[in-house]
């Protein structure tokens, strides 16, 4: 079963140092997951002022610079993998660096049939 993981923390928590050091703990994780063919994708995401938010009301498009609601943590990233249970998605998600500053949160994938596959 696919999975989401979302992966939530104050930005400001994090030093520089420490940002590269998860850095480089996500990508020695990626290989690992990617080397059990349980890799589907996973990234960093800008922070939270680059973000960009869109509403569409009563037909409008509403535009609004940074994130849809003020939190103390902010989304930084996700994964999504291929695990055979939650309890497998649990155990990987409590090997994401972020968990140790934040909170990951982990969701099945909806399968939806008459999506397009990727290449």
């Not at 696919?2 to 939530?8: D, G, Q, R």
């Not at 994090?14 to 850095?23: L, P, S």
Request: one cysteine or more.
């Amino acid at each position: 079963m696919k999975y989401m993981m979302l992966i939530y923390s104050d930005e400001s928590a994090w030093a520089d140092g420490e940002r590269e050091a998860c850095m480089t703990e996500s990508v020695a994780l990626t290989h690992e997951l990617h080397a059990k063919g349980q890799y589907l994708a996973a990234s960093p995401l800008h922070p939270v002022a680059m973000a960009t938010s869109v509403r569409v009301r009563h037909g409008k498009k509403l535009v609004t610079d940074g994130p849809f609601a003020e939190t103390t943590e902010q989304l930084g990233g996700f994964y999504l993998i291929d695990a055979a249970n939650l309890d497998e998605a649990i155990t990987i998600a409590a090997r994401i660096p972020g968990a140790t500053k934040g909170t990951v949160e982990v969701r099945p994938v909806f399968e939806l049939a008459g999506l397009p596959r990727p290449d």
